[in-house]
Protein backbone atom coordinates (compact mmCIF):
# COMPACT_ATOMS: atom_id res chain seq x y z
CA UNK A 1 0.00 0.00 0.00
CA UNK A 2 1.62 3.38 -0.90
CA UNK A 3 1.58 5.81 1.57
CA UNK A 4 -0.40 9.07 1.52
CA UNK A 5 1.55 12.26 2.00
CA UNK A 6 0.50 13.92 5.29
CA UNK A 7 -1.90 16.66 4.35
CA UNK A 8 -3.06 20.15 6.85
CA UNK A 9 -6.07 19.12 8.53
CA UNK A 10 -8.28 22.33 6.84
CA UNK A 11 -6.74 21.06 3.45
CA UNK A 12 -7.90 17.54 4.60
CA UNK A 13 -11.50 16.61 2.52
CA UNK A 14 -13.22 14.15 5.00
CA UNK A 15 -11.79 16.93 8.09
CA UNK A 16 -13.87 20.04 6.00
CA UNK A 17 -17.15 17.01 5.68
CA UNK A 18 -16.87 16.15 9.19
CA UNK A 19 -16.71 19.54 9.98
CA UNK A 20 -19.05 20.94 8.28
CA UNK A 21 -21.43 17.42 9.04
CA UNK A 22 -21.01 17.58 12.06
CA UNK A 23 -22.05 21.91 13.09
CA UNK A 24 -24.65 20.94 10.20
CA UNK A 25 -26.43 18.85 12.26
CA UNK A 26 -25.88 20.35 15.29
CA UNK A 27 -27.80 23.85 14.10
CA UNK A 28 -30.42 21.77 12.83
CA UNK A 29 -30.87 20.56 15.88
CA UNK A 30 -30.66 23.26 18.07
CA UNK A 31 -33.35 25.45 15.64
CA UNK A 32 -35.30 22.01 15.49
CA UNK A 33 -35.51 21.94 19.50
CA UNK A 34 -37.20 25.48 19.53
CA UNK A 35 -39.94 24.37 17.40
CA UNK A 36 -40.84 22.18 20.32
CA UNK A 37 -40.47 23.79 23.37
CA UNK A 38 -43.56 25.21 25.03
CA UNK A 39 -45.48 26.06 28.09
CA UNK A 40 -47.54 22.99 29.08
CA UNK A 41 -50.50 23.36 31.65
CA UNK A 42 -48.70 23.08 34.38
CA UNK A 43 -47.30 26.62 33.30
CA UNK A 44 -43.40 24.86 32.93
CA UNK A 45 -41.65 24.35 30.13
CA UNK A 46 -42.84 21.14 27.76
CA UNK A 47 -40.78 19.23 24.91
CA UNK A 48 -43.83 18.53 22.17
CA UNK A 49 -42.25 16.87 18.83
CA UNK A 50 -44.44 18.78 15.98
CA UNK A 51 -44.03 19.03 12.55
CA UNK A 52 -42.32 22.24 12.73
CA UNK A 53 -39.05 20.34 13.52
CA UNK A 54 -38.31 18.88 10.47
CA UNK A 55 -38.18 22.31 8.20
CA UNK A 56 -36.23 23.99 10.96
CA UNK A 57 -33.41 21.17 11.04
CA UNK A 58 -33.37 21.32 7.74
CA UNK A 59 -32.77 25.02 7.83
CA UNK A 60 -30.32 25.05 10.62
CA UNK A 61 -28.28 22.24 8.75
CA UNK A 62 -28.28 24.71 5.52
CA UNK A 63 -27.47 27.55 7.06
CA UNK A 64 -24.30 25.12 9.14
CA UNK A 65 -23.06 23.59 5.62
CA UNK A 66 -23.41 27.52 3.98
CA UNK A 67 -21.29 28.82 6.47
CA UNK A 68 -18.76 25.88 6.35
CA UNK A 69 -18.49 26.71 2.62
CA UNK A 70 -17.66 30.04 3.13
CA UNK A 71 -15.35 29.22 5.91
CA UNK A 72 -13.54 27.28 2.95
CA UNK A 73 -13.87 29.54 0.58
CA UNK A 74 -12.44 32.77 2.51
CA UNK A 75 -9.09 30.42 3.42
CA UNK A 76 -8.49 29.13 -0.16
CA UNK A 77 -9.33 32.93 -1.71
CA UNK A 78 -8.01 35.08 0.76
CA UNK A 79 -9.71 37.99 -0.25
CA UNK A 80 -11.26 41.02 1.60
CA UNK A 81 -14.45 40.18 -0.61
CA UNK A 82 -14.27 36.72 1.16
CA UNK A 83 -13.71 37.28 4.52
CA UNK A 84 -16.72 40.30 4.31
CA UNK A 85 -19.02 37.25 3.52
CA UNK A 86 -17.82 35.44 5.91
CA UNK A 87 -17.81 37.87 8.64
CA UNK A 88 -22.12 38.37 7.55
CA UNK A 89 -22.85 35.33 7.71
CA UNK A 90 -21.06 34.80 10.92
CA UNK A 91 -23.18 37.96 12.09
CA UNK A 92 -26.08 36.37 11.00
CA UNK A 93 -25.63 33.27 12.84
CA UNK A 94 -24.64 34.88 16.09
CA UNK A 95 -28.48 36.73 15.92
CA UNK A 96 -29.76 33.05 15.37
CA UNK A 97 -27.97 32.06 18.45
CA UNK A 98 -28.18 34.76 20.41
CA UNK A 99 -32.50 34.52 19.22
CA UNK A 100 -32.81 30.53 20.22
CA UNK A 101 -31.21 31.13 23.20
CA UNK A 102 -33.67 34.36 24.40
CA UNK A 103 -36.73 32.46 22.38
CA UNK A 104 -37.64 30.07 25.79
CA UNK A 105 -37.40 33.30 28.29
CA UNK A 106 -40.82 34.02 27.04
CA UNK A 107 -42.27 31.15 28.83
CA UNK A 108 -40.89 32.10 32.21
CA UNK A 109 -43.26 32.65 34.92
CA UNK A 110 -43.20 36.60 35.96
CA UNK A 111 -41.78 36.07 39.30
CA UNK A 112 -38.83 34.23 38.62
CA UNK A 113 -37.93 36.51 35.88
CA UNK A 114 -35.67 38.75 37.70
CA UNK A 115 -34.08 35.62 39.54
CA UNK A 116 -33.32 34.40 35.71
CA UNK A 117 -32.21 37.47 34.33
CA UNK A 118 -29.72 37.99 37.49
CA UNK A 119 -28.21 34.59 37.14
CA UNK A 120 -27.89 35.38 33.31
CA UNK A 121 -26.04 38.30 34.06
CA UNK A 122 -23.97 36.47 36.97
CA UNK A 123 -23.33 33.83 34.20
CA UNK A 124 -21.96 36.40 31.05
CA UNK A 125 -19.77 38.23 33.96
CA UNK A 126 -17.94 34.69 35.06
CA UNK A 127 -17.45 33.59 31.30
CA UNK A 128 -16.52 36.89 29.86
CA UNK A 129 -13.82 37.10 32.91
CA UNK A 130 -12.68 33.64 32.24
CA UNK A 131 -12.44 34.37 28.76
CA UNK A 132 -9.95 37.09 28.75
CA UNK A 133 -7.93 35.22 31.42
CA UNK A 134 -7.33 32.83 29.09
CA UNK A 135 -6.84 35.29 26.07
CA UNK A 136 -4.55 37.41 28.26
CA UNK A 137 -2.53 34.38 29.31
CA UNK A 138 -1.97 32.86 25.65
CA UNK A 139 -1.04 36.24 25.08
CA UNK A 140 1.28 36.24 27.85
CA UNK A 141 2.98 32.18 26.94
CA UNK A 142 3.04 33.21 23.20
CA UNK A 143 4.81 36.55 24.00
CA UNK A 144 8.40 34.62 24.60
CA UNK A 145 8.14 32.95 21.42
CA UNK A 146 10.11 33.72 18.55
CA UNK A 147 8.03 35.11 15.54
CA UNK A 148 7.08 33.39 12.27
CA UNK A 149 10.11 33.24 10.79
CA UNK A 150 12.68 34.31 13.08
CA UNK A 151 15.48 31.85 14.43
CA UNK A 152 14.82 30.90 18.77
CA UNK A 153 18.14 31.77 21.00
CA UNK A 154 21.28 34.03 20.75
CA UNK A 155 22.45 34.47 16.95
CA UNK A 156 26.18 32.91 16.74
Same mark, same amino acid.
Given at each position: ????? #? ?5 ? #?? %? *?? /? ?11 ? /?????? =? ?8 ? $?? #?????? &?? %? ?8 ? %? ?11 ? &? ?5 ? *???? !?? /? ?9 ? #??? %????? *????? $? ?5 ? =? @? ?5 ? =?? @???? @? *?? =? ?8 ? !? ?5
Amino acid at each position: MKPTP #PVEFAAD #PR %F *RW /LVSAGSSASLGGM /LASLAA =VGLGTAGKLV $FE #PNAWML &PL %FAIGAALGWM %FWKLVWRAQAENT &PAARRRL *RLFA !IL /LAVVAMGSFAY #PLR %FLQPA *RRFDV $FFGLGLA =V @IVLTSMG =VL @IYKT @I *RW =VESGEPKDGE !IEGPEE
